[in-house]
């Protein structure tokens, strides 16, 4: 059983930055891809950003690209999420996922992804 447990998320100010950080427990972490997605109040999961198994592409919403930076670490199971010049739309609850099955692509639609994290909520003040 792969587990992903998120964890960095707070409460911050229009301009701040946030470090979010998805550790992986089971499986074998450096064969999978990861992405960060996000649910703010009444509206549907969305694609934030993912990184592909070895690292070598990563992939960016347009609301991240610029701002966020997705990375991994394989020593440590763990993918990071950088978040710069937070805005308050990006106030949500964000989410890890783990592709264990699927082919390769769609990246950014969360019906590829096989785990999720419980989620850590960030919240961003004006």
């Known amino acids: 059983q792969v587990q992903p447990i998120e964890s960095g998320g707070g409460l911050v100010q229009a301009g701040d930055s946030l470090r979010l950080t998805c550790k992986t427990s089971g499986g074998t972490f450096s064969r999978y891809g990861m992405g960060w997605f996000r649910q703010a109040p009444g509206q549907e999961r969305t694609f934030v950003a993912a990184i592909t198994w070895n690292g070598a592409r990563t992939y960016y919403a347009d609301s991240a690209r610029g701002r966020f930076t997705i990375s991994r670490e394989h020593a440590e199971n763990t993918v990071y999420l950088q978040m710069n010049s937070l805005k308050p739309e990006d106030t949500a609850v964000y989410y890890c996922?783990?592709?264990?099955?699927?082919?390769?692509?769609?990246?950014?639609?969360?019906?590829?992804?096989?785990?999720w994290g419980q989620g850590t909520q960030v919240t961003v003040s004006s």
């Open positions: 996922g783990v592709r264990v099955y699927g082919p390769d692509g769609n990246y950014d639609r969360a019906v590829g992804y096989d785990y």
